[in-house]
């Protein structure tokens, strides 16, 4: 697996159906950016780390869910209705914010001990979302299943990891000290809107990690 034929697939893929992802996630990405700002100035700042996991919780599962079903539709040659995939990605919604959640919390444990422990577990629970919402896994199956996947597919998955993230913590951080501390409302809105939008850029580049390692059992049978 090649991590840069991954990424320009993967950017080739995203740029060509922009049209269809932009209004399937954009309006919950919306609302969480609109909830976040609304909770952030009514509640101390010490507690706002806990707050903006927990929002992130409630939305975070509807538009990732409706977003991976939109991918596997789309790699079979399939176009579904907007509001279909999001019907479909409501039942979804109470083990994916587990699976979330979990997720959220191995990767914060491992980052109190360094920051590669966190990379690893990152790397390896790569996977899981995909095995839940596309294999119905529970969310410890998804997991554990995760971890069996991504054996040998590691340092292509870290380099693919990193090679999309970094460039987008840069250009949050970027756009926050373009608005100093004197922010404005509706601008830190909007930026925030197109950061989170841009990140879903890492779930279409996973995806097609996820589709490239699930094959290659396959292909190992077929040529064994």
């Not at 939109?70 to 409501?90: C, E, M, V």
């Not at 410890?140 to 460039?167: K, Y």
Request: hydrophobic fraction near 55%.
């Amino acid at each position: 697996m090649n991590p840069f034929s991954v990424l320009r697939d993967s950017l080739f893929f995203f740029s060509r159906n922009l049209g269809s992802i932009a209004p399937l996630c954009l309006p919950l990405i919306a609302l969480e950016c609109l909830t976040r700002s609304v909770v952030a100035a009514q509640i101390d700042g010490a507690h706002a780390p806990a707050y903006e996991v927990l929002i992130g919780l409630l939305f975070y599962p509807l538009y990732s869910a409706a977003l991976i079903l939109f991918l596997d539709a789309r790699s079979q040659g399939k176009r579904p209705s907007l509001r279909n995939l999001l019907a479909a990605s409501l039942p979804l919604w109470p083990a994916f914010a587990v699976l979330a959640g979990l997720s959220t919390l191995l990767i914060m444990l491992a980052a109190t001990a360094f920051i590669l422990p966190a990379l690893w577990v990152m790397a390896k629970l790569a996977f899981a979302e995909y095995l839940l919402v596309l294999r119905g896994l529970s969310p410890l199956q998804a997991m554990r299943e995760s971890f069996q996947l991504t054996v040998g597919h590691f340092w292509s998955l870290l380099a693919c990891v990193l090679l999309v993230i970094v460039p987008l913590w840069l250009l949050d951080d970027l756009t926050l000290q373009l608005l100093g501390e004197q922010q404005d409302i509706v601008g830190g809105l909007l930026l925030d809107c197109f950061n989170s939008f841009l990140q879903l850029f890492s779930s279409v580049v996973l995806f097609r990690c996820f589709m490239l390692c699930s094959a290659q059992p396959a292909q190992d049978s077929t040529t064994s």
